[in-house]
């Protein structure tokens, strides 16, 4: 089973690009952020850490769970805080996902681990993954998708983008760029021809 990492700013389009693998391909894709957010639950392995690293915060809601927004907004705004946060889950996420992985070898039903992550470069993931790829689109397409999907503030998105590796970085680890600042059958076609190396 060859194990598939995939990366690329926010709002550059991977959740489309994981969709057409999964469901054309032998693949079993894992979503890091989902990961981490079934980490985060209460009474899950992260949750009391983050409660005691983040006392005072308006993070939560009244059944004591995490606001996303609030957290989001806590995180990006503060380079500290981020750090303490990602100190706090990333470890438990790649833990989680190497085990899941492993199970999944085990079995021997799929051909493709694809996971996908936004941190896959600055958690070291690059040298667990057989192949890296980068989901390359420019900022401009990214800033419209994010306006315009998730209903993100130019101010909001600038710090995401700020949060975030430069382009050049991602392109140094890659095994494949992929771009996606054309047509999905453009896109599509690109996958394409990467599963058939």
Not at 45 to 69: N, S
Request: glycine fraction near 8%; aromatic fraction near 10%; include cysteine.
């Amino acid at each position: 089973m060859e194990f598939i990492g995939i990366t690329g700013g926010v709002g550059a389009g991977k959740s489309r690009i994981l969709q057409y693998i999964e469901e054309n391909y032998n693949a079993k894709v894992l979503l890091a952020d989902e990961v981490a957010h079934g980490l985060m639950k209460p009474g899950e392995d992260c949750y009391e850490k983050i409660v005691k690293a983040f006392p005072g915060e308006d993070i939560f809601t009244g059944e004591g769970t995490f606001l996303g927004e609030k957290l989001a907004e806590v995180i990006f705004s503060d380079r500290e805080k981020r750090e303490r946060l990602n100190g706090i889950v990333h470890p438990a996420v790649k833990e989680n996902i190497l085990d899941i992985y492993q199970k999944e070898k085990e079995k021997g039903k799929f051909s493709y681990f694809i996971l996908e992550a936004a941190l896959l470069i600055e958690e070291g993931y690059d040298k667990i993954c057989d192949r890296l790829w980068y989901i390359d689109t420019s900022r401009e397409i990214r800033r419209q998708r994010l306006k315009k999907n998730r209903g993100y503030s130019d101010e909001k998105i600038d710090s995401i983008f700020e949060s975030q590796l430069p382009e050049d970085t991602y392109r140094k680890y890659a095994a494949l760029v992929i771009d996606n600042n054309g047509t999905l059958e453009e896109t599509i076609y690109q996958v394409k021809q990467a599963f058939a190396r």
